[in-house]
């Protein structure tokens, strides 16, 4: 794993401001991953919006989950990027499966942002992940006018303002900053879900991945 202290926390936080993203490539070893993939088999899990599974609270099953989620480094980034005190109580690592063996067609249910305040997250890709394999895609700096595009409701009386459409997206100069994010096992994708973001469509194999969901005081109401 690499050391934290070989790690430029004002890069990454800069690199959070600018384009919501940044990725730690080889942060974890391939065996840490291998180890967590083989947990995954053995727990129970929910559907997502994309058809995906997801075991919510996998950190009550996995020691290495819980040292991924408890990673000093993260808790340190998503306070200073936020600006916000996070709700320590809440904090919890999803394991998350993307396979069409199972049904599932993305992770996420396509675009979205995740809160209009912003929202850290630590994502980690437990086996390579190619454009093919439903990689994390996220257009590059949307944070700042989100709130310009058209949104749709999710579901009859849904006023979050959270989900776009992909054909309203691609007529937005946004889209110009698309930005898919294939990687490899051990690669940690640090983000800001206030940009706009999806599981890309999975076309071959199974995704696995863990992330750490953070809350702070400033989520509270959906950021509005």
């Not at 800069?14 to 727990?43: A, W």
């Not at 895609?137 to 999710?154: D, F």
């Not at 691609?170 to 051990?186: F, Q």
Request: charged share 25%.
């Amino acid at each position: 794993m690499i050391e934290i202290d070989n790690i430029n926390v004002d890069e990454i936080l800069t690199s959070l401001e600018e384009s919501g993203y940044y990725i730690i490539r080889g942060m974890y070893p391939k065996e840490f991953c291998d180890t967590i993939i083989e947990q995954m088999k053995n727990v129970p899990y929910d559907r997502g919006d994309g058809g995906d599974g997801r075991c919510p609270m996998f950190d009550r099953f996995s020691e290495e989950a819980r040292s991924f989620m408890n990673n000093p480094l993260f808790t340190e980034l998503c306070g200073k990027h936020s600006r916000s005190t996070i709700i320590t109580e809440d904090t919890r690592c999803q394991a998350g499966i993307v396979s069409k063996n199972i049904g599932s067609v993305d992770s996420g249910g396509g675009w979205h942002v995740d809160n209009h305040a912003r929202q850290f997250k630590a994502l980690l890709y437990l086996n390579d992940v190619g454009e093919e394999g439903g990689p994390f895609a996220i257009l590059e700096g949307s944070r700042k006018t989100h709130r310009n595009i058209q949104t749709y409701a999710k579901v009859p009386g849904d006023d979050s303002e959270t989900r776009y459409s992909e054909e309203v997206l691609r007529e937005t100069p946004e889209w110009e900053n698309l930005k898919i994010l294939t990687g490899n096992a051990g690669d940690v994708i640090l983000v800001d879900t206030s940009n706009i973001h999806r599981g890309s469509a999975i076309e071959e194999g199974t995704r696995y991945t863990l992330t750490n969901y953070f809350y702070t005081e400033s989520m509270r109401n959906n950021g509005l």
